[in-house]
């Protein structure tokens, strides 16, 4: 068995056609198939069904392909700890960020990066939790900004900053004019979740002490909601009301609209991650100041935070479960 071998399936499970895989691997078509043949042959099992159109990997090629994809990822490390060691600040990176953060957050911090590393490249894709700890583990993606801890072996956590959570409230709302907002049993019915992320909705659930996510708008409408801009336009419309990260109300000018907590403040931890192969230790510790000083005052300040544990959710753990 060769790293190259490994190479050619998960280029056939990527193009699920000889020819494609052959031609991104620059080898001839003939001697992709015999590297196949000669594979399935050490190892005893068939990797793909070839009855298939389009090709399709049998239940073992599956595992194994995902196996090979975590090899050649630790393989790739070894040669990019190389080449990172003499030059650091340079080449691409892919940089994952949890949406719950992205819009508040991202744009400030790209122009910071500019300057402070302007021969780097930054993919940046915003995603849920799920699928940004998928992307590091099968090495999509190299680095993500979330809320942490994930729980999750074979990853590194760098925290940057705590976020204290907010009350988001409609003019209507009996606490509207006080200073801070105290959780009480009739507002828990009314509490508006994100669809599908998961953290997000656990974090909620734990601050307000609830077990489940099983709610209607106004008692007649499901609504699968992805972004916080739309809880929020929901909170104005007095449908409901949210708890949302600090961030995404530093633009806000309604300020009567969001309420603190009194101390100590639920808040999430937020933390630059990598799996723990990943070698660029300094661009890292860029990011993490470029991040911290894009940050408004009121986050920076100290305060007493009571931390917000997602990972060891129950309702966390039953969401994700066939995800992850």
């Not at 490390?77 to 340079?90: M, P, T």
Request: with cysteine.
């Amino acid at each position: 068995m060769t790293i190259q071998q490994l190479r050619y399936i998960i280029a056939l499970d990527e193009h699920r056609h000889f020819a494609k895989a052959a031609e991104e691997c620059m080898v001839t078509q003939p001697g992709l198939t015999i590297q196949l043949k000669n594979l399935e042959e050490e190892i005893g099992i068939k990797i793909f069904d070839r009855t298939k159109v389009p090709l399709k990997p049998t239940l073992l090629g599956n595992e194994i392909i995902n196996r090979a994809k975590r090899v050649l990822n630790e393989a790739d490390a070894i040669r990019n700890f190389v080449v990172n060691q003499k030059n650091d600040l340079e080449g691409a990176v892919t940089l994952g960020v949890i949406s719950t953060l992205s819009p508040y957050l991202i744009p400030q911090f790209i122009k910071a990066m500019k300057e402070i590393v302007p021969d780097m490249h930054f993919n940046i894709k915003e995603a849920g939790t799920g699928q940004l700890i998928h992307g590091l583990q099968n090495g999509e993606i190299d680095i993500a900004l979330m809320a942490t801890p994930t729980g999750m072996p074979g990853l590194k956590e760098y925290p940057v900053f705590d976020e204290p959570f907010i009350a988001f409230l409609n003019a209507g709302h009996p606490l509207a004019g006080e200073e801070y907002y105290e959780l009480n049993m009739t507002d828990k019915p009314n509490l508006l979740l994100l669809e599908h992320e998961y953290c997000y909705n656990a974090q909620m659930l734990d601050i307000c002490d609830m077990t489940d996510d099983k709610r209607k708008i106004d008692g007649q409408f499901n609504y699968d909601i992805n972004s916080i801009e739309t809880l929020k336009n929901l909170v104005r419309a007095e449908l409901g009301f949210a708890i949302i990260p600090q961030l995404s109300v530093v633009n806000e000018r309604e300020n009567t609209l969001f309420k603190p907590f009194k101390e100590p403040v639920p808040a999430r931890e937020i933390s630059l991650v990598t799996s723990d192969i990943f070698s660029r230790k300094l661009l890292l510790e860029k990011m993490s100041h470029a991040i911290w000083d894009c940050l408004p005052e009121s986050i920076k300040e100290n305060h007493v935070y009571r931390k917000i544990r997602w990972n060891d959710s129950p309702y966390f753990i039953n969401k994700t479960a066939g995800f992850l």
